[in-house]
């Protein structure tokens, strides 16, 4: 493999004192970064063609050439390979766009990688009537348990399947449709678009004491439900 300019300084270290450096480029960029890497005794001779090069390197001490791949025409590779060949002393390097960008930084070859979000798996509900359903109304107004149940019960559930009781408490916040196992989430989701929205979450504390694997929901209705009462006018 051909060696790659890293632009150090003193740039072409391996190359013995050069008096001169021929570059093949029309790269004005990388040219403007030749005379500001060389040292300034040191000839910069330009050339855009081989036939270009090859009498100045019979002619003159040029001991480090440089070939921008950009620039050249046909084989590169056997293109450096005549020049070693004819000229066994000279440092050959070999550049192209990406060696003017990485010499100025404004590209980086390696950079960090950026870590990417990883999508959260999507949660289809379904309506599945073979739960049973236990409402629990835990606000302080009466007869939300029995609506909902009846809107239950309208989706398709059996209505011997469907349990309407008070909770112990009447200031849940929010209402909230539990299941028991992961397999159950689906059906907790689409319970909760049954009656009218309503989070879900996973919890086994409403599981039936003697049936503790039952396949049951639980709907906990909140203060959400409530309508809250218009402000009476001031006089």
């Given at each position: 493999m051909l060696p790659q300019s890293q632009f150090d300084s003193p740039m072409f270290a391996s190359a013995p004192a050069p008096i001169a450096i021929a570059?093949?480029?029309?790269?004005?960029?990388?040219?403007?970064?030749?005379r500001s890497t060389i040292d300034p005794t040191t000839d910069l001779i330009l050339v855009s063609?081989?036939?270009?090069?090859?009498?100045?390197?019979?002619?003159?001490?040029?001991?480090?050439?440089?070939?921008?791949?950009?620039?050249?025409?046909?084989?590169l590779g056997a293109m450096a390979e005549r020049l070693r060949e004819t000229w066994s002393d000279l440092v050959l390097v070999v550049v192209g766009i990406f060696g003017t960008?990485?010499?100025?930084?404004?590209?980086v070859l390696f950079p960090e990688p950026t870590p990417?979000?990883?999508?959260?798996?999507?949660?289809?509900?379904?309506?599945?009537?073979?739960?049973?359903?236990?409402?629990?109304?835990a606000t302080p107004e009466s007869g939300l348990a029995s609506q909902t149940k009846d809107t239950?019960?309208?989706?398709?559930?059996?209505?011997?399947?469907?349990?309407?009781?008070?909770?112990?408490?009447?200031?849940?916040?929010?209402t909230t449709v539990y299941?028991?196992?992961?397999?159950?989430?689906?059906?907790?989701?689409?319970?909760?678009?049954?009656?009218?929205?309503?989070?879900?979450a996973q919890s086994d504390v409403y599981q039936p004491v003697d049936n503790p694997e039952a396949k049951q929901l639980t709907v906990v209705l909140g203060l959400d439900r409530i309508a809250v009462p218009s402000p009476s006018p001031t006089e």
């Open positions: 570059a093949l480029t029309q790269d004005r960029a990388l040219i403007g970064l030749l063609s081989e036939g270009e090069l090859a009498p100045h390197l019979n002619s003159r001490r040029v001991s480090a050439c440089l070939l921008d791949s950009m620039f050249i025409e046909g084989d960008l990485i010499a100025s930084g404004r590209i990417s979000a990883t999508p959260l798996p999507s949660l289809t509900p379904i309506i599945d009537v073979t739960y049973s359903v236990l409402v629990l109304n239950i019960i309208a989706a398709g559930w059996d209505p011997d399947a469907v349990l309407a009781s008070e909770a112990g408490s009447d200031d849940f916040p929010v299941y028991a196992f992961p397999e159950d989430e689906a059906a907790a989701a689409g319970l909760a678009e049954v009656i009218g929205g309503a989070e879900i």
